[in-house]
């Protein structure tokens, strides 16, 4: 995936549940690139891309012959076990995600009928999109008859943003304090109890769509979780917070924590410098490309890397970068005289892209 330019890096968490998804919403600009048209009813669910009949026909009928198709740049680990952030699923009106380590209930008559995109080069996920059903039984998303709100679930992980913030309290103020001028402010962000754990919560609306959005967002392993909840329907929108309380959250999730705790690692950025890493070898690449590649380590306590999580490479980066960390040796983390599993980023590839000193500037705190 390519990278973003910087404004919707900026825009990303207070503006992905504007994207036009529907009717009710079209008319509110996003921070992401227009949905795909919708399939028809009867074609199966497909993810990943637009599979329009229409708009996108079959590529294997459009595709000249003796054509090569080239892979590009998607997500990787060097393991199937080791739950990902991405790894989130709905079965049975269930949302759950065992990385975060959040289980969530949907309201009655909700479902999802899309998975999100894969991981973007700037650590963003789109975890959840969910809508009413509709009398068909498909989600409203597509379906038939009004749309009654949205809630989408996405997670901005903290070592990769291009954002001047260091965690989700300072997510949620960034986003608060940089809304264009056409949503205006309804709540301030304030610290709320969802489910027993801390949150924050901010509001805002567009008095030209007459859309209003609840934003609660918390930190885990060091990603900003944000739930954004989306209606012209405040009630339905009170109805949909005090729904939250259903969710079942680790007990280290908070607005400035959520560095591990528990059954997780710590989670410690920049982790990978020159007074932790004992040995390392650098990839190297076949091919010259200018994309940033995000990759997550979990570091075991012998200080060997146990697991690899690309974020975003093409299929020669990330045999590269795999070949190469797994002959990094870490000094092991120790606290309190114990040695401790952590969790970090690198970056290979392009320099991210960055805010201007003004924009940091402009942080609220």
């Given at each position: ?145 009004p749309i009654s709100g949205y809630i989408n679930i996405f997670a901005q992980d903290m070592f990769f943003t291009p954002i001047p ?201």
């Open positions: 995936m390519q990278s973003r330019s910087l404004v919707l890096c900026v825009l990303i968490f207070s503006f992905l549940a504007c994207a036009a998804w529907g009717q009710s919403i079209q008319s509110v600009p996003s921070a992401l690139p227009p949905p795909p048209n919708p399939p028809a009813e009867s074609a199966p669910q497909k993810n990943g891309g637009d599979f329009s009949s229409v708009t996108n026909p079959d590529p294997t009928k459009v595709v000249p012959k003796d054509t090569i198709i080239v892979k590009g740049a998607w997500y990787s680990a060097s393991d199937t076990t080791t739950p990902l952030p991405e790894g989130a699923t709905v079965a049975n009106s269930v949302f759950t995600n065992q990385y975060f380590g959040i289980t969530y209930p949907l309201p009655a008559n909700w479902q999802q009928k899309f998975t999100g995109p894969p991981p973007s080069d700037t650590g963003s996920y789109v975890l959840a999109e969910l809508a009413p059903a509709s009398s068909n039984g498909n989600a409203g998303l597509f379906g038939s008859g913030v260091k965690d989700a309290l300072q997510m949620v103020n960034y986003s608060n304090s940089h809304l264009p001028g056409m949503y205006k402010v309804e709540m301030k962000p304030t610290e709320v109890k969802i489910a027993g754990q801390t949150f924050t919560f901010y509001a805002y609306w567009s008095p030209v769509a007459e859309l209003h959005w609840y934003v609660v967002a918390t930190e885990i392993r060091c990603h900003a979780v944000q739930i954004v909840m989306n209606s012209r329907d405040t009630k339905l929108l009170e109805k949909l917070m005090l729904d939250l309380n259903k969710m079942k959250l680790p007990a280290e999730a908070s607005p400035t924590g959520g560095t591990g705790g528990g059954p997780f690692p710590v989670c410690i950025k920049d982790y990978a410098d020159e007074e932790h890493v004992l040995e390392r070898v650098d990839p190297v690449f076949s091919v010259k490309r200018f994309n940033t590649i995000p990759v997550r380590i979990i570091i075991g306590k012998d200080g060997k890397i146990k697991h690899i999580h690309i974020l975003n490479a093409f299929p020669e980066q990330e045999k590269a970068i795999m070949d190469a960390l797994k002959q990094w040796q870490f000094r092991p983390y120790e606290r309190n005289g114990q040695r401790i599993e952590v969790e970090t980023g690198i970056t290979f590839g392009a320099a991210p892209p960055h805010v201007t000193a003004a924009a940091a500037d402009a942080v609220s705190n």
